[in-house]
């Protein structure tokens, strides 16, 4: 059971990607850009729409919809492009993670640690 769904897991996250990449390609109908992208958005966003430590209610979207909201933009997305979307989306899961990411948090801790500084300044 535990083999399963990490087999599902990695699928679903997978998707996600493949829904962003889907997104952003033209080939794509305008509705499904619109779908796919606010999915892989609302999945990939740190902000939930119902915070988890809420009981029960915190991890309805996490378990409910997001893979609801998942599978209506597979849908929407054409088989052959979805088939290529997945693809391309295991090639990126290969390969190192994004620099410009890395460098915009790395930008935003040193912008922490420079407000904290200078409010600390004062103390001192």
Do not use: Q
Not at 32 to 53: C, E, N, Q, T
Not at 70 to 93: C, N, Y
Not at 98 to 114: E, H, T, V
């Amino acid at each position: 059971m535990l083999a399963r769904l990490k087999i599902w897991a990695k699928a679903l996250k997978r998707d996600v990607v493949a829904l962003w990449i889907a997104a952003r390609d033209r080939r794509v109908p305008f509705s499904a850009k619109i779908a796919a992208g606010a999915v892989a958005a609302y999945a990939l966003s740190p902000v939930d729409l119902i915070p988890d430590f809420i009981p029960v209610l915190g991890y309805l979207d996490d378990l409910l919809i997001v893979p609801l909201g998942i599978m209506l933009a597979i849908r929407l997305v054409p088989d052959a492009l979805m088939a290529e979307f997945r693809a391309e989306a295991m090639r990126r899961a290969e390969r190192p993670v994004s620099r410009s990411g890395l460098i915009f948090i790395l930008a935003i801790w040193l912008a922490c640690l420079i407000f904290l500084g200078w409010s600390l300044k004062d103390l001192f």
